[in-house]
């Protein structure tokens, strides 16, 4: 029986739209934009910014030297938002809806400083609410110091939530990330950025 629920933040909950985050970080002048940029794992200071190897701060600098530029830390977060396409009321509404059948629902995310400002702020969801309203707990991979599909990402939060993996249904668009769920015991469901998954998902909890 499925006691416990974890969902990814981008292309599950959030839809995502990578080229309009490609064209901000160009607009900003990182003209090697779309080179840098991965839809599900980030390399250089991208990377080491979700991994937590380094601060906002930090990355705010790396980036301006890439640029050529100062870059402010309001360009950092416009730019990083730029891969949100919507938050689709259907899946919050989701997410209420399951934790008052019982379920416990806990946010998996590879993200950033910068996606979690906004997340985390009353902006999320449009009518005051912050995305972590709909959790009842979240573990990013900026303050875990890990990303998926990493084993280690998944230890902790199977030891910090002590839940048994088998009673546990895994959400994420990425295949490497269900792929490492599954090797732990997990149920998998693995939609695709922006389908409609909040019928589909019963399929998985019965």
């Known amino acids: 029986m499925i006691k416990n629920i974890l969902f990814d933040l981008g292309g599950v909950i959030v839809t995502l739209d990578p080229a309009q985050a490609v064209a901000r970080f160009l ?13 599900y794992t980030q390399s250089g200071i991208f990377g080491e910014l979700e991994q937590g190897v380094i601060d906002a701060e930090q990355f705010r600098a790396g980036l301006g030297e890439l640029t050529g530029r100062e870059v402010t830390a309001d360009e950092c977060r ?20 399951l934790r008052g059948d019982g379920y416990r629902v806990v946010l998996v995310s590879n993200t950033n400083p910068f996606m979690m400002d906004w997340a985390l702020s009353d902006a999320f969801d449009g009518h005051g609410h912050p995305l972590s309203y709909y959790m009842d707990s979240m573990y990013m991979s900026y303050r875990l110091g890990v990303m998926k599909p990493n084993a280690d990402f998944f230890r902790r939060v199977i030891a910090s939530e002590g839940i048994n993996p088998k009673e546990t249904l895994f959400l994420d668009d990425g295949k490497r990330n269900v792929e490492m769920a599954a090797q732990f015991g997990m149920q998998t469901f693995c939609p695709v950025n922006g389908a409609d998954w909040t019928q589909d998902i019963y399929g998985y909890l019965k």
Not at 27 to 39: Q, V, W, Y
Not at 78 to 97: H, I, Q, S
């Open 27 to 39: 607009e900003i002048g990182l003209k090697d934009a779309a080179r840098r940029l991965d839809t």
């Open 78 to 97: 416009y730019a990083w938002t730029g891969y949100v396409k919507e938050v689709p009321p259907r899946n919050l509404d989701a997410l209420l809806r």
